[in-house]
């Protein structure tokens, strides 16, 4: 089995005036910090995408996927589907919809239908259970909370969804390696992060499971290029918001 990165070093991270004091957790008082933020973050809201997102990507070139590294190491598979480009920002409406949708919805349950899905995806690795690719969304997810990038967990119900639509069209088939999954999750993660997340940026360090840090980015720019009209309008349409969500309620059983 291919290696797997450690998981990134986690620290609470506390003010005393204008000191700024950093204490290492224990996996205990790691477990403990996330039941305490789960409740209040199950509550945030499926935001629409920021407009510095927009700009920042509108002036650049179309991507060239299958671009290598430059080292010539051999990138993950990417398969897309076509997408419907041509979508508007959603209303507070939308997003009201949206938590009604998910009112009922468990994030556990969701994430576990994630990684379900994934492992009947990778037909090919025979060692994946779905409690690997929960995992490294977990380390990410606490890494940033805890190092103060962020008030609140990321992974919500409306936030897995969003990311299995993703991994739904990057993830191939084809992928024949457990460092090659944790690549495209992470980077479908990190995709997820800078169109819904609460904050203006996030750390890219977290998300970068490979040595190549070009090839991440340039498969950013991939998955951008090809799923923006899907990212919009999985927050303006709620019917397909709907179909999404009821995909990854039965996708583990196609």
């Keep these: 089995m291919d290696h797997i990165i450690s998981s990134p070093v986690h620290m609470d991270v506390r003010?005393?005036?204008?000191?700024?004091?950093?204490?290492?957790?224990?996996?205990?008082?790691?477990?403990?910090?996330?039941?305490?933020?789960?409740?209040?973050?199950?509550?945030?809201?499926?935001k629409g995408v920021p407009g510095s997102t927009i700009t920042t990507t509108q002036h650049l070139e179309k991507p060239q996927l299958g671009?290598?590294?430059?080292?010539?190491?051999?990138?993950?598979?990417?398969?897309f589907t076509p997408l419907d480009p041509h979508a508007d920002v959603p209303s507070e409406l939308a997003t009201t919809t949206h938590e009604m949708v998910l009112k009922r919805a468990s994030t556990k349950k969701l994430l576990r239908l994630l990684g379900e899905f994934l492992?009947?995806?990778?037909?090919?690795?025979?060692?994946?259970t779905p409690a690997h690719p929960?995992?490294?969304?977990?380390?990410?997810?606490?890494?940033?909370?805890?190092?103060?990038?962020?008030?609140?967990?990321?992974?919500?119900?409306?936030?897995?969804?969003?990311?299995?639509?993703?991994?739904?069209d990057i993830?191939?088939?084809?992928?024949?390696?457990?460092?090659?999954?944790?690549?495209?999750?992470?980077n479908c993660l990190y995709v997820a992060y800078a169109y819904i997340g609460h904050e203006l940026s996030y750390p890219a360090?977290?998300?970068?499971?490979?040595?190549?840090r070009d090839a991440f980015w340039r498969?950013?720019?991939?998955?951008?290029?090809?799923?923006?009209?899907?990212?919009?309008?999985?927050?303006?349409?709620?019917?397909?918001?709907?179909d999404v969500f009821t995909d990854l309620k039965t996708a583990a059983h196609h």
């Design 134 to 168: 929960l995992r490294w969304i977990h380390v990410v997810d606490d890494f940033i909370l805890f190092s103060g990038y962020q008030l609140d967990l990321f992974i919500t119900p409306g936030s897995v969804v969003f990311l299995y639509m993703l991994c739904r």
């Design 205 to 212: 360090m977290a998300f970068i499971a490979e040595e190549n």
């Design 119 to 128: 492992c009947r995806r990778c037909h090919l690795l025979k060692d994946l």
């Design 15 to 46: 003010t005393r005036g204008k000191r700024r004091r950093v204490t290492l957790l224990s996996p205990e008082a790691l477990s403990t910090k996330r039941r305490k933020t789960t409740d209040r973050a199950s509550r945030k809201k499926l």
């Design 219 to 242: 498969r950013t720019m991939a998955i951008t290029w090809h799923m923006s009209g899907k990212m919009l309008k999985i927050n303006n349409d709620l019917e397909f918001f709907k």
């Design 171 to 186: 993830v191939s088939p084809e992928v024949s390696s457990m460092k090659e999954l944790q690549v495209l999750v992470l």
């Design 67 to 79: 671009e290598g590294p430059s080292s010539g190491a051999q990138e993950p598979t990417v398969s």
